[in-house]
């Protein structure tokens, strides 16, 4: 499909793939640590275990999805209290953070407008709602490179997911390499990365 033919409500459905993948990685690493490996202690503070990280994805995730009932980003209403029976416990942890994930889709499937302003308290610069989604997955993105430098410095090796999804792995071909500056020598690189290429296609037909 051509990116310029895409229509908001198309767009919307591959964030929210995009998303599910991404969501996918965390979930991934999670289930693969060990309930003893969730309280190791990290050299930083405030998140420092793998246990209060995934529940920070959690709570941060909350407030996105309030954000686009809501229309604006209060993080004032986030609940930062540590949950020490939820950090403890990878089971828990999946429980939570799969019924963010359960509260994410409902919301967006919901949504009339996908270029709808999200309140930011950032005036002129205030993100449409598909804007804010793809700020909710370079955080959790940021995450996923904090929790893998954490599990080579506790000698973890992480696990390796398959690749994209099959509904979000699209072929660049020559329109799309063009509107992105992409080289076709390099485009494997971002075919692998469905959140990558969402972010692309994203900053594309946002310019």
Same mark, same amino acid.
């Given at each position: 499909?051509?990116?310029?033919?895409?229509?908001?409500?198309?767009?919307?459905?591959?964030?929210?793939?995009?998303?599910?993948?991404?969501?996918? %990685?965390?979930?991934?690493?999670?289930?693969?640590?060990?309930?003893?490996?969730l309280?190791?202690?990290?050299?930083?503070?405030?998140?420092?275990?793998f246990?209060?990280?995934?529940?920070?994805?959690?709570?941060? #995730?909350?407030?996105?999805?309030?954000?686009?009932q809501?229309?604006?980003?209060?993080?004032?209403?986030?609940?930062?209290?540590?949950?020490?029976?939820?950090?403890?416990?990878?089971?828990?942890?999946?429980?939570?953070? &799969?019924?963010?994930?359960? #509260?994410?889709?409902? &919301?967006?499937?919901?949504?009339?407008?996908? =270029?709808?302003?999200?309140?930011?308290?950032?005036?002129?610069?205030?993100?449409?709602?598909?804007?804010?989604? =793809?700020?909710?997955?370079? %955080?959790?993105?940021? %995450?996923?490179? #904090?929790?893998?430098? =954490?599990?080579?410095?506790?000698?973890?090796?992480?696990?390796?997911?398959?690749?994209?999804?099959?509904?979000?792995?699209?072929?660049?071909?020559?329109?799309?390499?063009?509107?992105?500056?992409?080289?076709?020598?390099?485009?494997?690189? =971002?075919?692998?990365?469905?959140?990558?290429?969402?972010?692309?296609?994203?900053?594309?037909?946002?310019?």
């Open positions: 499909m051509n990116p310029s033919k895409i229509t908001a409500r198309e767009f919307l459905k591959r964030a929210i793939t995009a998303w599910q993948e991404t969501r996918g %990685h965390t979930l991934s690493l999670l289930m693969y640590l060990s309930d003893a490996q309280i190791i202690p990290f050299p930083r503070p405030l998140f420092n275990s246990g209060k990280q995934f529940q920070e994805l959690g709570v941060i #995730q909350e407030a996105y999805i309030d954000a686009v809501e229309g604006k980003m209060d993080f004032s209403k986030m609940s930062v209290a540590l949950d020490e029976e939820l950090v403890i416990s990878k089971d828990k942890l999946y429980k939570f953070l &799969t019924h963010q994930d359960s #509260q994410l889709i409902r &919301t967006l499937n919901n949504v009339q407008d996908p =270029y709808q302003l999200i309140d930011w308290h950032l005036g002129s610069e205030n993100p449409t709602l598909l804007e804010h989604i =793809y700020w909710l997955i370079q %955080h959790e993105t940021l %995450h996923h490179g #904090q929790l893998v430098v =954490y599990c080579y410095l506790l000698n973890i090796i992480p696990p390796k997911k398959g690749g994209p999804s099959p509904s979000f792995n699209l072929a660049i071909n020559l329109d799309l390499s063009d509107r992105l500056g992409l080289s076709l020598v390099s485009d494997k690189a =971002y075919t692998t990365c469905p959140h990558i290429l969402f972010i692309l296609l994203l900053n594309s037909l946002l310019s």
